[in-house]
Every structure is written in structure tokens, then in C-alpha cells.
């Protein structure tokens, strides 16, 4: 939980150097159907020029607000979010057994 809090608190203060050192060189990072820049992206350097490019053109933040468009435009979106965050967890959870 360290390395994600780390990775949430780089974030939030805008150090993406910080956060680049968060990620496994070998990381992917796959988004949400439908998400506009799909991926998945490949390889801490791949992952960080997205993330370096969201963070320029968008604005992201780790606390819950409500949204500024209609509800209807977001159902389903979080349902394939926690798919995804299912999948890596459970990828990251062999990895981490096998060391």
C-alpha cells in the first residue's frame, strides 16, 4: 500500500518525477473502454509520457467530487475501471508472491 500511496501523493502534488519512480519498468496501464486515449500503454516511459500528457491537458484529482456532467453520461464507465483494477491487482498479487 506504500507504493500506491506514494504513487497518489506524487500525483496530487505534481511530482511526476516521484511518480515515475512508483512504476515496475515493465508496468501497463490499460484504461476503460471507451476512455478517449486507449491503450493499453506499454513500459514505465510509455505510461509516463500519458500520464505527463493527462496531467497537462486534463484535470484529475484522487478526491471524489461530484461530476461536472450528467450521471447517465458515467454509468458503466466505473464498472470497467474496477474490472481493470481487478485484473492488475491480482497480476500484481502473483508477481509479489513470487518474490
Not at 508496468?27 to 513500459?43: A, L, S
Not at 500528457?53 to 484522487?62: A, G, P
Not at 447517465?72 to 508472491?97: F, H, N, P
Request: net charge negative.
Amino acid at each position: 500500500m506504500e507504493i500506491v500511496r506514494a504513487g497518489l501523493e506524487a500525483w496530487n502534488a505534481g511530482d511526476m518525477d516521484a511518480l515515475r519512480e512508483t512504476y515496475d519498468p515493465g508496468t501497463i496501464f490499460r484504461t476503460p473502454e471507451g476512455w478517449p486515449e486507449p491503450g493499453p500503454y506499454v513500459g514505465r516511459e510509455a505510461v509516463m509520457r500519458q500520464l505527463e500528457q493527462l496531467r497537462e491537458t486534463c484535470v484529475y484529482s484522487f478526491v471524489l467530487f461530484a461530476p461536472p456532467v450528467p450521471l447517465a453520461q458515467l454509468e458503466g464507465v466505473l464498472d470497467d475501471q474496477v474490472e481493470i483494477l481487478q485484473e492488475e491487482l491480482k497480476s500484481l498479487r502473483q508477481i509479489l508472491e513470487r518474490n
